[in-house]
């Protein structure tokens, strides 16, 4: 099959949607499936022009148009004048279109086009989650406005509607109104690396020479409100003063510029010496940090699917994880992990129980987390049911 995937960007910074894309495209290329990946990004952005797809970057560029974009409301939504008509006089080439997210101009550009004319599918990746309304009541009046005449009746034309885990799809129902979609759950993973688990070690190692033999907790996303980073900070507060070697380290890109008023709240807390900011992570260094890690918190309020939750499975590391996010009950189910609330007190009690293991029960719960890995998220074998969907219900 030849598949179009549209999405807002390439750019790795962007995370679980960048990743799921890349990685199940990776997979299904194996059976030689092509794939083109039509998006916002600039034709000169860094990612686009080290990417070895075919990107077809359609949005504007510039200091001018980034100017504005930086200043205009409609220009951050990503409107830019080559995206539809590119996408009308592409879209016959392919067997099925799959669009990657909702809320900015790919998915009107899908709206405007797609309907009627070409069979396809949404991922809607979580941006449907009713904690947004609860989080951003202002947004969420403006997304009902944009629900009836974009997202929504986008979602009503596509084939299927395609969610990565059951409890995402529940939670999708109660977000806008009306809601009138064919539902259905194809799961998300992710593969580990093809690189030795010495080179992962020496990356880290060498990276982050402050690290070497250091004890330490590791959360690893996007430093952002709904990640919860803010209740880790308080709940490790309170497990610092319990082990005094024992640290916590702050991985992932900062797009919000929350950082600041995180490294405060550190300070207020007297445990700014004990955590480690390192930014973005990746590649070999990325999978070193899982493996030198004790275990993998994710207090997160929202969480669509959670790869580095996987990442870390597929690591073998424990993983401590509340229950907004959306694969909680598969964690829980493989005994690689601890489920709790998303408030302090739920950080707090997963910290606790973890450090109140002993170390053959901590072993245990790594091993077993590799093992939830093989059975619930390992993309080689998500990835083929994936394919097996598209080829029962799309002809090439």
Known sequence: MKILHILKSMNPAEGGVVEFVTRTSAVLGTFGWTHEFLTLDRPDDSWVKSSPATVHAMGVHGRVSMWLQRRIPLLRYGLTPHLVPWLRDNVDRFDVVVVNGLWNFTALAARIVLPGRRPYIVFTHGMIDPWFRATYPLKTYIKQF??????GPLLSHARFVIFLAEEEKLLARNAFWPYRVTETVVGNGTTSPDISLEEQDAAFATAFPDLKQKRFLLFLSRIHQKKG????????????????MVELVMAG????????????????????????????????????????????????????????????????????????????????????????????????????????????????????????????????????????????????
């Not at 900062?254 to 600041?260: A, P, R």
């Not at 973005?280 to 790869?307: D, I, Q, T």
């Open 146 to 151: 944009f629900w009836w005449f974009i997202e």
């Open 229 to 244: 980073c803010d209740l880790l900070l308080r709940a490790f507060a309170q497990i610092a003063k319990r082990d005094p």
């Open 253 to 396: 890109p900062d797009q919000v510029g929350w950082t600041v008023e995180l490294k405060r709240l550190a300070q207020e807390l007297s445990i700014a010496n004990r955590v480690h900011w390192l930014g973005m992570v990746s590649g070999a260094a990325k999978w070193g940090a899982y493996r030198a890690c004790e275990a993998f918190v994710l207090p997160s309020h929202s969480e669509n699917f959670g790869v580095v939750v996987a990442e870390a499975m597929a690591s073998g590391r424990p993983v401590l994880i509340s229950d907004k996010v959306n694969i909680w009950r598969e964690v829980k189910a493989s005994g690689g992990g601890l489920v709790e609330s998303d408030t302090v007190a739920g950080a707090v009690k997963l910290l606790s129980e973890f450090y109140s293991l002993s170390s053959e029960q901590k072993a245990a719960m790594g091993l077993a987390a590799r093992h939830g890995f093989e059975r619930y998220f390992d993309l080689r074998r998500t990835a083929v049911t994936f394919k097996e969907f598209l080829e029962n219900n799309f002809e090439k």
